[in-house]
């Protein structure tokens, strides 16, 4: 059964393994945004896959410029469709925009998600978030450690 998963890509080697996982008839997902005019990842040094494991594992995991499929020792982790659908749902044009908000939580306010698959998640409200952060927000949600990227519309401050 195929399920989405996430890889860890070599620095700067985004754009090339989707490429060759698209040219091998891959599905992939690989968000996108502008920096400065510059098409950039949203992730930097991830991506999306959908793929049968195990049966497609090694073609997966051995593709040149892919580090390692995310998982822990039992195997990857395979994602639910509403983390992709979330995404893609913030996209114009093929790009992920985070729009701002008129009225927005303070740095450290208690934050409610109001729409969407989390709707309901309580959680504490950071600022705007470098490539690096939208990683690190990701890779814990895929760990099921509780941090969460999410339009400002879709929280409300609580308490």
């Not at 399920?3 to 080697?13: D, E, N, R």
């Not at 303070?106 to 504490?124: H, N, Y």
């Not at 690096?132 to 450690?145: A, F, G, K, M, W």
Request: charged letters at 30%.
């Amino acid at each position: 059964m195929r399920h989405w998963y996430l890889l860890s890509t070599k620095p700067k080697k985004e754009f090339r393994v989707e490429k060759i996982l698209r040219e091998a008839s891959f599905e992939v997902y690989l968000p996108k945004h502008t920096e400065k005019t510059t098409l950039r990842p949203f992730f930097p040094g991830y991506e999306f896959i959908l793929f049968d494991y195990p049966r497609d594992y090694n073609l997966v995991k051995y593709t040149r410029g892919v580090k390692t499929v995310v998982g822990n020792k039992a195997g990857p982790i395979p994602l639910p469709d509403q983390v992709i659908d979330e995404i893609r749902s913030r996209e114009v044009d093929g790009l992920v925009v985070v729009l701002p908000e008129v009225e927005t939580p303070c740095e450290g306010d208690d934050i409610e998600v109001t729409a969407g698959p989390l709707k309901g998640l309580r959680g504490i409200f950071k600022q705007e978030l470098s490539g690096r952060e939208r990683v690190l927000i990701l890779l814990n949600y895929v760990s099921y450690q509780g941090r969460l990227l999410i339009e400002r519309n879709k929280v409300r401050k609580v308490g």
